[in-house]
């Protein structure tokens, strides 16, 4: 069974960064194409960015382009999210999973952008 757990979400002002990360256990990263997807309140799941096993591509919501940069050490089983200019409407709880989704989601963490 496949664990994911999301962690170095908080509380930051207007333009200031974090740095998520989502420890995978159960199954080897190396073989797959993982994202960040979030949920703002009152909004669907929504898919953030995403990194591919095959070619180390990446892809970004229109929303986050040039903010935010998708990374994974498959030595680590870990994807990480690096969040610069975080603006208000980037406040939502944040999820790792599959790309496309296919694991049991984790418990997310929670990122609020406000001043």
């Known amino acids: 069974q496949v664990q994911l757990v999301e962690s170095g979400g908080g509380l930051v002002q207007p333009g200031g960064s974090l740095r998520l990360s989502c420890v995978i256990s159960?199954?080897?990263?190396?073989?797959?194409?993982v994202g960040w997807f979030r949920r703002a309140p009152g909004k669907e799941r929504e898919g953030v960015s995403c990194?591919?096993?095959?070619?180390?591509?990446?892809v970004y919501a229109d929303s986050v382009k040039g903010r935010f940069t998708i990374s994974r050490d498959n030595d680590k089983n870990t994807v990480y999210l690096h969040m610069n200019s975080l603006n208000p409407e980037d406040t939502a709880v944040y999820y790792c999973?599959?790309?496309?989704?296919?694991?049991?989601w984790g418990q997310g963490t929670q990122v609020t952008v406000s001043s």
């Open positions: 990194t591919s096993n095959s070619d180390d591509g990446t």
């Open positions: 999973n599959r790309w496309p989704p296919g694991w049991d």
């Open positions: 159960g199954a080897d990263l190396y073989y797959y194409s």
